[in-house]
């Protein structure tokens, strides 16, 4: 019989000063776009002191995506188990950190990457009942605007002006198809809705268009409704 091997996954323990906004089960925990783990789970807690409220995030690493020898197949779960949490010392001492970062400005998703901060506090994996607690850094300035001129990048390429003539176009023929109907019944009043409809799209679009140029922030804080 060929004995069956079960996988294991470690957990690890990280506080995010400023919340754990789109972070959900599951969320990938990458390295450089290669996923070491996933996350379990999200939640609060009071600080030693009482006087505040921490945010923390449970992730589970898979050792058999560590680099090294960290996930050999004959070494014991004990042995795997140590051995990552030696491979998280050592890189942690060189500057690892766990970050929260924006996998998707447009639907709010977050993941955690994980990276080298060598300019970073030295800090140390430290284990807090029983469980090991994983250095972080907030994600930079830099980092979002990055992604936020990815998006317009991909904006400048969408004929914004040409789908809103090209629905301005729909909507006149419908208009016409409209004025056809003489009969004055429910076919003509549903022609009337798409095109009511369809002259809503137009200024959707041609406003959306519009307010992006002027309010590139709008991306990330949504609009602004003072």
Known sequence: EI???????????????NGVNGLIKGAPVEYKGLRFGTGDSIGVEESKDKKDILTFA?????????PGEHGLSN???????????TFFKDMVKRGLRAQLTTGS??????LVTLDFFPDTKKETL?????????????ETLVGIMEKVNKILDRMDDVPMEEI?????KAALSVSNLADSLDDGGAL????????????????SLRGLSSYLERHPQALLQGKDTK
Do not use: C, H, W
């Open 58 to 66: 449970i992730i589970d690493i898979e050792p058999d995506r560590l």
């Open 3 to 17: 004995e069956e091997r079960v996988e294991i996954e470690i957990p690890l323990k990280l506080y995010f000063v």
């Open 126 to 138: 430290k284990f807090v009942d029983g469980m090991p607690i994983l250095p972080t850094v907030p």
């Open 188 to 203: 003509a009043d549903q022609t009337r809705e798409v095109m009511e409809e369809l002259r809503r799209t137009v200024r």
């Open 164 to 168: 809103g003539n090209s629905i301005s």
């Open 105 to 110: 400005l447009l639907t709010g998703k977050s």
């Open 75 to 85: 070494a014991t779960d004990k042995q795997r188990i140590d051995r990552t949490y």
